[in-house]
């Protein structure tokens, strides 16, 4: 019994699932749902018009307290230059949670002369302020007592930092954030169990193609590089999505693996053998732009050999669009026009 709840916990751990470890909003397939200000605060304000985006996330639908995560934001451009936005979440993990809001501000510069042609370096700093709770209200201390155990629901506060970058130019897009970098004492577990490095590093770019004889078709490969400080764990997403213009909107879909290059070592059930399993998810994207507004499904699953359960991920994301429209660039970007 021990052995299979080590599989079950080293599945878990691989699979970077325990989203609500970690400090700030997870990195999940958000930003391939039109969605790349929720990674990239130095994307706030790129688009022509203002943009609100609403996204839920709820994992393992057959395993009660199941991870989940919710999140609002908005961004625009204030003038020519700046860029503001914000973002609020709700993340949680059985007995854990987070909730947090960020307030980002981004200076953008333009290179070209016109505004129908992109060449644009962004900067973007968020300043997160995030409380987190733990449950432990309904544990039975009286049959099992635990000194680390207080029976209360025990909260902490604190702020951090997350900074990024963006280049675009014309079809061409590419983005770095450095996520959490002040150092962070976290008080609701002990000391031995958490480091106060919680850093992120996430690097991605893409280019949109244009497909020869079809005018309505782009196809837009990927790539996302996370990198996390005190773990030293690496996860590497390959994407490929495809837009296709209709009369009255758009619609787009596309495929995202993400595979770790790190493994959870586990003994199997039975034997004395020692296996390793590293992170392997696929994920189907869909959705639709019909005038301001949007709509998007995700589904990821898990596809090692050991999982906690088959029943997968499910996101959706709905989006609108408001405000003045600014000059429209002269290119496949679809995260500006």
């Known amino acids: 019994m021990k052995k299979n709840v080590l599989v079950l916990f080293c599945a878990m751990l691989t699979s970077g699932f325990l989203s609500a470890q970690e400090r700030g ?34 994992m393992w639908f057959d395993v009660d307290n199941a991870p989940s995560l919710q999140t609002a934001s ?21 007995r854990f949670s987070q909730q947090g809001a960020y307030f980002t501000f981004a200076y953008h510069l333009m290179f070209s002369r016109s ?27 009286i049959n099992n007592p635990d000194p680390i155990i207080a029976g209360v629901e025990q909260q902490d506060n ?43 590093f996430i690097a991605s770019t893409g280019y949109t193609f244009s497909i020869p004889g079809n005018e309505r078709l782009d196809l837009q490969p990927s790539l996302l590089l996370q990198y996390k400080d005190a773990t030293e764990e690496t996860n590497l997403d390959m994407n490929a999505k495809v837009y296709y213009e209709l009369d009255n909107g758009r619609i787009w879909g596309g495929l995202s693996y993400r595979r770790s290059f790190d493994g959870a070592e586990f003994t199997a059930s039975g034997t004395d053998q020692v296996d390793s399993q590293k992170l392997q998810t696929i994920s189907p994207f ?52």
């Open 286 to 337: 869909v959705g639709y732009d019909f005038g301001d507004f949007l709509f998007a499904y995700t589904y990821t699953n898990q596809i090692n050999s050991v999982v906690l359960t088959n029943s997968g991920f499910h996101q959706i994301t709905l989006g609108f669009r408001f405000g003045e429209s600014r000059a429209r660039p002269k290119c496949n970007c679809p995260a500006y026009n």
């Open 115 to 141: 505004t129908a042609y992109l060449n644009q370096l962004s900067f973007g700093v968020n300043v997160g302020v995030i409380q987190e709770k733990l449950d432990e209200t309904d544990i039975d201390l």
């Open 25 to 58: 909003i997870p990195v999940y397939k958000d930003y391939l749902t039109d969605n790349l200000y929720l990674l990239h605060p130095s994307m706030a304000g790129t688009s022509s018009r203002n943009e609100v985006r609403l996204t839920a996330r709820q």
């Open 158 to 200: 604190f702020f951090n930092v997350d900074v990024g970058v963006s280049y675009n130019y014309m079809d061409f897009f590419a983005h770095f954030t450095a996520k959490n970098i002040i150092p962070q004492d976290r008080q609701i577990f002990t000391e031995v169990f958490e480091t106060d490095n919680q850093r992120q």
């Open 74 to 94: 908005i961004n625009g451009r204030l003038n020519e230059n700046i860029g503001l936005g914000s973002i609020l979440y709700n993340d949680s993990n059985g």
